[in-house]
């Protein structure tokens, strides 16, 4: 592909990947684990721990909500409905129509304008700034004032939901960001020390090097679907590079900096100075699946993808390692995730009655506690770092909840965990992010097939493209 063409658009994209919570109990629930009782627990246990209905509400409430199970879906359909019913048992005045639609940046804007769109909906971090830009969520500040978890919000994750001035528009369902996954193995192999991964990009570039052998790359780079971009971005972060900024009170593409260069040159050296880059084009998780057959030794991956060794791939987790992204000048990672909006048509009451649905239905620490216990019973993985929007009080209770099922190897994650304390959690880009990855796509792709390519000059002909967008934007 050349530098100036734009990979398609896909169902396939980086921003379909992330999975709730929320979500992967309705895949749980599919399986048949529902019907093992823990439905009627929850059920139990969420009158049990859930407010009354708010007094002052005289009247009744009507609200929509996206991203509910399809009617094929029976088993995950049947735990969502128990859900629903057990909120509208203790609030009889509110009543709530599911709909079953997903967010899709290709359609989502004209729907939302035509007021074909639900009420309440979640959308991804990467279009937060651009529904709080055309005024598509109504402003909850005043709402959550006294929302128990409100100062449990993750900083960096708290201000892509929110305004210039601070304001909150959505509320944070969860949240990644990008680290180094590694082959304790691999590492074992090529004489490093597991426990020492690389903390630089340099260090890296010497990593990858020692760990190719003749069927095994130190390094899979994604380049396919949005990813490719999605991680140069991440690496562009930690050299103190931005994507895009404001300047003058207009967004300007800034990928093509110094910092940029200096990431696209380390992808061209390393495939072709080291020959330690697999050579093979890769979409989202494709890495995963080269870590687990070993074609690689290293890998950027996100927290919650760890699951995937074992659930996808079938092979044990005592033998990948996560750590933080190697750093430059930047001491940064790139974060994401999904976020709850609140169309601005409601009535005050009707936005009372959707937040306190959304908070019912994603933190209540018995359902948590439920699912906990479901997940580890059908052998699944308990505490994995998949979830960082939330820290401090929530976060605590949350552990503490994991600690009870935990059958990860937490130990495996400490150094992750320890960068995700360190360093700047940048969020994804403002303004049109994913079309911005599109556009950063082929950039890599040019590092990776063609050695005559130059970094400056690929960079420089992909600023030009993305600013076209950022300008159309604008208008």
């Given at each position: 592909?050349?530098?100036?063409?734009?990979?398609?658009?896909?169902?396939?994209?980086?921003?379909?990947?992330?999975?709730?919570r929320r979500a992967f109990a309705q895949g749980l629930a599919a399986t048949g684990l529902a019907a093992t009782g823990s439905l009627g627990a929850f059920q139990a246990l969420a009158e049990a721990s859930t407010r009354p209905q708010r007094p002052g509400r005289?009247?009744?409430?009507?609200?929509?909500?996206?991203?509910?199970p399809l009617e094929t879906d029976k088993a995950a359909l049947a735990e969502a409905n128990t859900q629903l019913a057990a909120y509208e048992k203790l609030h009889p005045t509110t009543h709530i129509t599911t709909n079953s639609v997903k967010f899709n940046p290709?359609?989502?804007?004209?729907?939302?304008?035509?007021?074909?769109?639900?009420?309440?909906?979640?959308?991804?971090?990467?279009?937060?700034?651009?529904?709080?830009?055309?005024?598509?969520?109504?402003?909850?500040?005043?709402?959550?004032?006294?929302?128990?978890?409100?100062?449990?919000?993750?900083?960096?994750?708290?201000?892509?939901?929110?305004?210039?001035?601070?304001?909150?528009?959505?509320?944070?369902?969860?949240?990644?960001?990008?680290?180094?996954?590694?082959?304790?193995?691999?590492?074992?192999?090529?004489?490093?020390?597991?426990?020492?991964?690389?903390?630089?990009?340099?260090?890296?570039?010497?990593?990858?090097?020692?760990?190719?052998?003749?069927?095994?790359?130190?390094?899979?780079?994604?380049s396919t679907q949005n990813t490719g971009g999605w991680h140069f971005t991440a690496i562009l972060y930690s050299e103190g590079g931005r994507g895009e900024a404001l300047q003058a009170g207009h967004n300007v593409a800034t990928f093509n900096s110094p910092a940029?260069?200096?990431?696209?040159?380390?992808?061209?050296?390393?495939?072709?100075?080291?020959?330690?880059?697999?050579?093979?084009?890769?979409?989202?998780?494709?890495?995963?699946?080269?870590?687990?057959?070993?074609?690689?030794?290293?890998?950027?991956?996100?927290?919650?993808?760890?699951?995937?060794?074992?659930?996808?791939?079938?092979?044990?987790?005592?033998?990948?390692?996560?750590?933080?992204?190697?750093?430059?000048?930047?001491?940064?990672?790139?974060?994401?995730?999904?976020?709850?909006?609140?169309?601005?048509?409601?009535?005050?009451?009707?936005?009372?009655?959707?937040?306190?649905?959304?908070?019912?239905?994603?933190?209540?620490?018995?359902?948590?506690?439920?699912?906990?216990?479901?997940?580890?019973?059908?052998?699944?993985?308990?505490?994995?770092?998949?979830?960082?929007?939330?820290?401090?009080?929530?976060?605590?209770?949350?552990?503490?909840?994991?600690?009870?099922?935990?059958?990860?190897?937490?130990?495996?994650?400490?150094?992750?965990?320890?960068?995700?304390?360190?360093?700047?959690?940048?969020?994804?880009?403002?303004?049109?992010?994913?079309?911005?990855?599109?556009?950063?796509?082929?950039?890599?792709?040019?590092?990776?097939?063609?050695?005559?390519?130059?970094?400056?000059?690929?960079?420089?002909?992909?600023?030009?493209?993305?600013?076209?967008?950022?300008?159309?934007?604008?208008?």
């Amino acid at each position: 592909m050349t530098d100036n063409t734009i990979a398609p658009t896909t169902d396939n994209t980086i921003a379909h990947r992330r999975l709730s919570r929320r979500a992967f109990a309705q895949g749980l629930a599919a399986t048949g684990l529902a019907a093992t009782g823990s439905l009627g627990a929850f059920q139990a246990l969420a009158e049990a721990s859930t407010r009354p209905q708010r007094p002052g509400r005289a009247s009744s409430v009507s609200f929509s909500v996206s991203d509910w199970p399809l009617e094929t879906d029976k088993a995950a359909l049947a735990e969502a409905n128990t859900q629903l019913a057990a909120y509208e048992k203790l609030h009889p005045t509110t009543h709530i129509t599911t709909n079953s639609v997903k967010f899709n940046p290709a359609t989502f804007y004209t729907q939302f304008a035509a007021g074909n769109y639900p009420n309440v909906y979640k959308a991804y971090f990467t279009d937060a700034q651009e529904i709080i830009r055309r005024h598509y969520s109504a402003d909850i500040t005043s709402s959550l004032r006294n929302w128990e978890w409100l100062g449990s919000i993750t900083p960096g994750v708290r201000q892509t939901a929110s305004d210039a001035s601070g304001r909150l528009y959505g509320i944070p369902l969860d949240a990644y960001s990008l680290g180094l996954c590694y082959s304790r193995k691999a590492f074992q192999e090529a004489g490093l020390d597991p426990n020492k991964p690389p903390t630089t990009w340099a260090q890296f570039r010497a990593y990858s090097k020692k760990l190719t052998t003749a069927t095994r790359k130190g390094f899979g780079m994604l380049s396919t679907q949005n990813t490719g971009g999605w991680h140069f971005t991440a690496i562009l972060y930690s050299e103190g590079g931005r994507g895009e900024a404001l300047q003058a009170g207009h967004n300007v593409a800034t990928f093509n900096s110094p910092a940029g260069v200096k990431v696209a040159q380390l992808l061209h050296d390393m495939r072709w100075s080291d020959n330690s880059v697999l050579n093979k084009p890769m979409g989202y998780d494709d890495n995963t699946r080269a870590l687990a057959e070993g074609q690689i030794g290293m890998g950027i991956l996100a927290g919650d993808q760890i699951a995937n060794f074992k659930q996808t791939y079938k092979v044990g987790l005592d033998d990948f390692m996560m750590a933080g992204l190697p750093q430059g000048p930047g001491n940064a990672t790139l974060f994401g995730g999904n976020v709850f909006f609140f169309d601005p048509r409601l009535s005050s009451d009707t936005l009372a009655a959707a937040i306190d649905w959304i908070k019912f239905q994603n933190f209540n620490l018995a359902y948590y506690d439920s699912f906990d216990r479901a997940l580890a019973a059908s052998g699944g993985i308990v505490g994995i770092p998949n979830n960082i929007a939330y820290t401090g009080a929530l976060l605590a209770a949350r552990q503490k909840v994991d600690a009870t099922y935990l059958n990860a190897p937490l130990k495996n994650y400490s150094a992750y965990l320890a960068a995700n304390a360190r360093l700047k959690l940048v969020p994804e880009a403002r303004v049109q992010a994913q079309t911005m990855y599109q556009t950063l796509d082929p950039v890599v792709q040019a590092m990776l097939t063609d050695q005559s390519a130059s970094p400056q000059h690929v960079l420089d002909a992909a600023a030009r493209q993305f600013q076209r967008v950022l300008d159309q934007s604008a208008s």
